[in-house]
């Protein structure tokens, strides 16, 4: 069986590419522990230059796998400090790499695959691609960073809605609401992603991981700092 999450590095590019089309490429045990694997691969890669982050098929990421949830209904909460924690810790080195990364919205996002689409620095997506909370249409609270990196693209009052109504946005929505940073047709994401990618791996990456640093941290500085 090949790998849940597929890891191709070219000329200095990370190519982190989620392998389970045939189950929304969701964020089960299996595809975690991989995306872990993947993304603690990169930490001291001192050859990295930038990421991308793509999936495979007609979903990004549809976010938990709900069957694994039902199943483990008497003990939902063994399960998920289990799951979560690791993956929380994966989310932030992720986030955190002192390289630009760039996410590719091929489809529809859900639950904790928000927060996996929206860590990017730049967020890239198919006219397709749709966003839906879920999470408390079926009683739980937002992982995997979806509430922070939300609020802090769409705001706080436009995530708070999002997440009570659990009403999905189009492409075009997202994009008015400044959740992603461009909308492509879907025959145009891979190569315009990978243009971009290729472009900012051959910049200054001193100069883009201080601005990253600079930039993620604004929000908690004064002007004067």
């Keep these: 069986m090949s790998s849940a999450v597929l890891l191709d590095r070219r000329d200095g590019i990370a190519f982190l590419t989620l392998n389970r089309p045939d189950r929304a490429n969701v964020l089960d045990l299996e595809m975690s522990a991989a995306l872990i694997a993947a993304v603690d691969a990169l930490v001291d890669d001192q050859s990295l230059r930038?990421?991308?982050?793509q999936a495979r098929g007609r979903h990004f990421c549809a976010?938990?796998?709900i069957g694994d949830f039902v199943d483990s209904?008497?003990?939902?909460?063994?399960?998920?400090?289990?799951?979560i924690p690791p993956l929380h810790r994966t989310m932030l080195r992720l986030a955190t790499l002192p390289v630009p990364v760039v996410s590719a919205l091929n489809g529809p996002i859900g639950g904790g695959g928000i927060g996996l689409a929206l860590c990017a620095d730049i967020v890239l997506a198919a006219e397709s691609?749709?966003?839906?909370?879920?999470y408390s249409a079926i009683g739980l609270t937002p992982d995997v960073g979806s509430s922070w990196?939300?609020?802090?693209?769409?705001?706080?009052?436009?995530?708070?809605?999002?997440?009570?109504?659990?009403?999905?946005?189009?492409?075009?929505?997202?994009?008015?609401?400044?959740?992603?940073?461009?909308v492509l047709p879907d025959g145009e994401l891979e190569a315009h992603a990978t243009a971009l990618v290729t472009s900012l791996a051959r910049g200054a990456t001193g100069s883009?991981?201080?601005i990253k640093a600079l930039v993620d941290g604004a929000s908690q500085r004064t002007l004067a700092q």
């Design 73 to 83: 209904i008497d003990d939902l909460g063994g399960l998920l400090d289990i799951h």
């Design 63 to 65: 976010g938990g796998d």
């Design 129 to 134: 691609m749709k966003l839906r909370g879920g």
């Design 50 to 53: 930038a990421v991308l982050l």
């Design 208 to 210: 883009m991981a201080r």
């Design 149 to 182: 990196f939300l609020a802090r693209r769409a705001g706080e009052a436009r995530a708070k809605e999002i997440l009570f109504t659990n009403e999905p946005l189009s492409a075009q929505q997202c994009l008015q609401f400044g959740i992603v940073s461009h």
